[in-house]
């Protein structure tokens, strides 16, 4: 349990109203407790600490400066809002954060007039930022868009395609660069080195004497106002920064934790007339908290843990988790094959490439957030001959969907996608909710799609799509720890579409497609134990189906359910064609489709998640009993 920090003025802030009541001078206090209370919450719920721990004061800034919620404040991805969420009449429930019922760990429309637009994935803010603008200026109602976006969030290209139709907002848009030099893991590419560039110039240092220069395209009230605000920035680039040349009045860099110079600086670009403007603001993720600055990651993401000494509550011992199984397999078959490659887009640890990377650190590729690209540069790889793994969380890879049928899937390339977090995900809720690749991948033709039933069969997957040449094929497994089952010594090439009986019964069979296999079997004996003989297959394959498989089942079994982590769409929708297509559901035969449901869950611990989708053993059984028109105890109901 951490202890709560004493916050004497904080408890006088319930909204930017009362902050905004504040003097200048009391703006340090407040920011000192306010990052007390975000370490102590963060400590007793777990969560991302780093990024907000970085935007502290600049989170105290726009509130005091800005006339929020009418000037509409966009946080990019959203995971750094929780300091703005304890300043915006949630503070009373920030030790609910991410738990089941509590407040979401992302912005969200639903939980605050604070929070004008919903975010988590990454590099939307500008685009919104813009819209709210604009509406605002057609309807002639005063408020500012506003988008604070980080350093990583501004590797993706929606940002510069938003950027490069930001001019029409006017004075209307502001950007604040929120450059903390890291993403989740370092920041990468030819972006980042030229922020990093424009941070520590010494040449750009030299330049401040142009400062006045870069300011007097603002206002008149603000060319007034440049030898206070140029006093308290570090200094200004000359034109023709990047972001000039895209049609912003670029302010900075400025130091994003000292008030004294964040203040003056939003003052000038809230009352300038002209825009829009991209502020520059230089953070430390982790700001404050010892133990995050000096972590690597700087604890972008952290469990549990003791505020005092910083250390992290995580379950130690168990089985391999499913990112490093995937990571280890991939690294040491790429020891013997050399077409092997490995892209992440921003997701090193997350999805196990940096286990690739350690041992192939040429053929590991870290895109930034830019899964588009990430997917076409694999498609390019491939159509050259190399072996690419696109390891890429399923929901990120929604971005990237016309990339997947226009460049890979039409094209018939054998880009290998390794996609992770399939299924519920747990804490980040909805937005992350890997509920839709089954969907949309199985329905391209020249796709081939598998789900690993555990870790075992996820070293058969990656062996199996590294030796598959013949076009598009991705393998799904779910976050976290396996199921404990022995690794093979020798990895085995699974035939393509076809899958495998776990168990063999008469009645009833269960055809499962990844995770759920284990509650599929937990299923079965309580079927058996009701009388009710249980055949579980597992299918592998949601495409191409093992049809020979299923019509034998289905000819010799009186129920069939499929069972999967995925959305209305995916291997059930299949299953049904197929059955019909081939009349196996002319003559009584009963089939029932358990899959996620259809609405955006939201955060909790994923098993509840999954008693909630109706996805656990009891709700197998409750379907096949159901069908038979069995009751609870298997005992058949009377017809009316
Ligand atoms: C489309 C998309 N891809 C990947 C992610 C995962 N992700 C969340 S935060 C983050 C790093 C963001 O870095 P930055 O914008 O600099 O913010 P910081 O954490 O440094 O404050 C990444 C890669 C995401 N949220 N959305
Ligand atoms: C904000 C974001 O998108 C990531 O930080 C995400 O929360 C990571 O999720 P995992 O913990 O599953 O890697
Ligand atoms: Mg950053």
Redesign the pocket.
């Known amino acids: 349990m951490s202890v709560k920090p004493d916050t004497p003025l904080l408890d006088t802030v319930d909204t930017p109203l009362d902050l905004r009541k504040l003097k200048p001078e009391q703006l340090r206090q407040l920011s000192d407790e306010l990052r007390a209370e975000m370490i102590s919450a963060v400590g007793s719920t777990g969560g991302?600490l780093?990024?907000?721990l970085?935007?502290v004061e600049l989170t105290v800034a726009i509130h005091y400066v800005f006339n929020t919620p009418d000037d509409r404040l966009i946080w990019?991805?959203g995971?750094?809002a929780y300091p703005h969420k304890i300043l915006t009449g949630r503070r009373d429930r920030i030790r609910t954060l991410r738990q089941g019922g509590g407040l979401s760990g992302f912005t969200k429309r639903s939980e605050s007039e604070y929070d004008p637009f919903g975010?988590?994935?990454?590099?939307t803010s500008i685009s919104a930022g813009l819209g709210f603008a604009i509406a605002n200026k057609l309807n002639d109602k005063p408020g500012k868009g506003i988008a604070v976006?980080?350093?990583?969030?501004?590797?993706?290209g929606m940002a510069y395609e938003a950027m490069n139709n930001a001019e029409q907002a006017g004075n209307r848009l502001v950007v604040i660069l929120?450059?903390?030099?890291?993403?989740?893991?370092p920041?990468v590419g030819g972006l980042s080195a030229y922020l990093a560039r424009m941070v520590s110039s010494s040449e750009y240092m030299g330049l401040r004497s142009l400062a006045s220069k870069a300011m007097s395209k603002l206002s008149r009230r603000a060319h007034k106002a440049v030898g206070k605000a140029e006093e308290y920035t570090r200094g200004m680039v000359t034109g023709g920064t990047l972001f000039e040349e895209l049609g912003f009045y670029y302010v900075g860099p400025i130091d994003g934790h000292n008030l004294d110079h964040l203040i003056p600086v939003l003052e000038n670009v809230r009352d300038a007339d002209e825009g829009p403007v991209l502020i520059h603001v230089v953070?430390t993720?982790g700001k404050g908290y010892e133990p995050a600055e000096s972590s690597a990651d700087?604890y972008?993401g952290v469990a549990k843990f003791d505020v005092i000494t910083g250390k992290q509550k995580k379950s130690s011992g168990g089985p391999p988790n499913y990112q490093n199984v995937f990571g280890e397999t991939l690294a040491k078959l790429a020891e013997t094959d050399k077409r092997i490659c490995a892209i992440t887009?921003?997701?090193p640890s997350?999805t196990g490439v940096d286990k690739f990377a350690q041992a192939h650190p040429e053929r590991s590729f870290d895109v930034?957030?830019a899964?588009q690209h990430g997917v076409t540069f694999a498609a390019g790889l491939a159509a050259q001959g190399m072996r690419p793994f696109a390891a890429?969380?399923s929901?990120?890879l929604q971005?990237a969907y016309d990339q997947i049928v226009h460049d890979v899937a039409i094209q018939n390339l054998p880009v290998r996608f390794a996609i992770d977090r399939a299924g519920l995900v747990g804490a980040d809720g909805a937005?992350?909710a890997g509920s839709f690749d089954v969907t949309y991948l199985a329905t391209l033709p020249n796709f081939v799609v598998m789900a690993a039933a555990d870790e075992a069969e996820l070293v058969h997957m990656t062996y199996t799509a590294a030796e598959y040449d013949d076009g598009p094929i991705a393998l799904r497994y779910p976050r976290g720890a396996g199921v404990g089952v022995d690794l093979p010594e020798t990895p085995q090439k699974l035939e393509i579409g076809k899958g495998r009986i776990v168990r063999e019964g008469t009645k009833v069979a269960l055809l499962s497609l990844g995770t759920r296999l284990a509650e599929s079997l937990k299923a079965a004996d309580d079927l058996e134990a009701k009388g009710l003989s249980t055949t579980v297959a597992d299918l592998r394959f949601a495409k191409p189906l093992d049809t020979d498989m299923i019509e034998r089942l289905m000819r010799t079994h009186e129920v069939v359910v499929t069972v999967e982590e995925a959305a209305i769409g995916g291997l059930g929708a299949h299953v049904l064609t197929f059955a019909s297509d081939n009349g196996l559901t002319d003559s009584g035969l009963k089939i029932r489709t358990l899959r996620l449901p259809d609405l955006f869950q939201d955060h909790d611990a994923p098993d509840k998640q999954y008693d909630e989708a109706g996805l656990n053993a009891p709700h197998i059984v409750d379907a096949v009993l159901k069908a038979l028109r069995h009751n609870s105890a298997g005992v058949e109901e009377a017809r009316a």
């Open positions: 991302h780093g990024s907000g970085g935007v990019d991805v995971h750094q975010a988590a994935h990454s590099s976006i980080g350093d990583g969030a501004m590797s993706a929120n450059d903390n030099d890291m993403s989740i893991a920041p953070t993720k700087k972008h887009a921003a997701m997350g930034g957030i899964e890429i969380y929901t990120f971005r937005t992350h």
